[in-house]
């Protein structure tokens, strides 16, 4: 039955279960079961991933409203309690029927589903955060030994761990035209790490021509300097975003 029209199809509706009800006083109940791909031009992921979308699904009715209304039926009207969708949290569910002018130029009926969701980040906090924070952690620690020559070695060897886990994790990514908060995160954090290496061959080098003392100084303002560089990129980035 095509009395209607979906907004924002990608693809084709597979229909599973199609069941016409007609009363006495010419009441018309119309179900179908189908699976569709919905496209969401809408959304912003600037804040990925703590951002918070904004989903709805768009049915017109394709005749007047002389001919055909849609009402919502009591109990079937919203979103299943078991969605089994892992990755967000659904949230805000709303439905309502309102009247839009058709190709026709005809006020017609149009059923509305809208809801929000928010991601679950147990999976970005250990598989993402949790072992980049251990990669900045060790950097850190390399501040700790007197070694210089150790230093560079262990700074290098951290740098390529980094980038290794950024090829890794880049599937999980979107792939869009502007910076998200965690590409920002990423960046900010492989600078840092490039710049730990800078550092120890400046220190190294200081220690060559004899100023091993001064190299000793400049290492506690490293020391403190660099958690102090990532609170300041925190807050930021929470400005920014």
Do not use: C
Not at 167 to 176: E, G, V, Y
Not at 185 to 198: A, E, K, N, Y
Request: proline share 2%; hydrophobic share 45%; no cysteine.
């Amino acid at each position: 039955m095509a009395f209607n029209f979906i907004f924002k199809l990608t693809g084709k509706i597979n229909f599973e279960n199609q069941i016409v009800k007609l009363d006495y006083d010419g009441t018309v109940n119309y179900m179908e079961r189908f699976t569709a791909t919905f496209q969401a031009p809408d959304f912003n992921f600037r804040r990925f991933p703590l951002d918070h979308q904004r989903f709805f699904i768009n049915i017109d009715s394709n005749f007047s409203e002389q001919r055909i209304i849609f009402k919502e039926l009591p109990g079937f009207s919203g979103m299943g309690s078991k969605l089994g969708e892992e990755e967000w949290i659904i949230m805000n569910v709303l439905t309502k029927i309102s009247s839009q002018t058709q190709s026709a130029f005809e006020q017609g009926t149009r059923f509305s589903l809208q809801f929000e969701g928010e991601r679950h980040l147990n999976y970005y906090v250990i598989r993402i955060l949790i072992p980049v924070l251990l990669i900045l952690t060790v950097s850190w620690f390399t501040f700790f030994l007197q070694d210089y020559t150790k230093r560079i070695d262990l700074a290098g060897t951290n740098l390529l761990m980094f980038i290794a886990f950024n090829f890794t994790i880049s599937n999980d990514m979107p792939r869009l035209g502007y910076i998200t908060l965690i590409d920002t995160f990423m960046v900010g954090s492989f600078i840092i790490t490039s710049v730990v290496i800078l550092v120890n061959v400046m220190f190294r080098r200081l220690e060559n021509i004899g100023k091993k003392e001064l190299a000793k100084k400049l290492d506690i303002y490293a020391i403190i300097g660099y958690p102090l560089a990532y609170f300041i990129g925190s807050v930021i980035l929470s400005i920014l975003f």
